[in-house]
Nanobody, 119 residues
Framework: QVQLVESGGGLVQAGGSLRLSCIAS????????MGWFRQAPGKEREFAAT????????YYADSVKGRFTISRDKAKNTVYLQMNSLKAEDTAVYYC????????????WGQGTQVTVSS
């Protein structure tokens, strides 16, 4: 079983920065691909960023590319999302997710952390 706990959300002005953290527990978590997703009010959840099991491979949605950086610290079982140059449209609940080795989908999700960007 995998448990994910996000933190680091909050209220920030446009142009500011936040760093989200996701602490993962479970014996297979270090072999999992990890992702960050977000859901704005009235909208469907959307992909933001993903990182592979080694940390060497990352991929971003066009909407966040160049502003967000995903990383992981395997010793701490933690995945980060550094968010810079935040915009009002980045306001959403941000979710951490894990896709275990050999699995096609993200099967484990955190509870989410709210990010609000004021313009």
């Amino acid at each position: 079983q995998v448990q994910l706990v996000e933190s680091g959300g909050g209220l920030v002005q446009a142009g500011g920065s936040l760093r989200l953290s996701c602490i993962a527990s479970g014996r297979t978590v270090n072999s999992a691909a990890m992702g960050w997703f977000r859901q704005a009010p009235g909208k469907e959840r959307e992909f933001a960023a993903t990182i592979n099991w080694s940390g060497a491979g990352t991929y971003y949605a066009d909407s966040v590319k160049g502003r967000f950086t995903i990383s992981r610290d395997k010793a701490k079982n933690t995945v980060y999302l550094q968010m810079n140059s935040l915009k009002a449209e980045d306001t959403a609940v941000y979710y951490c997710a894990a896709r275990l080795l050999g699995q096609p989908d993200y099967g484990y999700w955190g509870q989410g952390t709210q990010v609000t960007v004021s313009s």
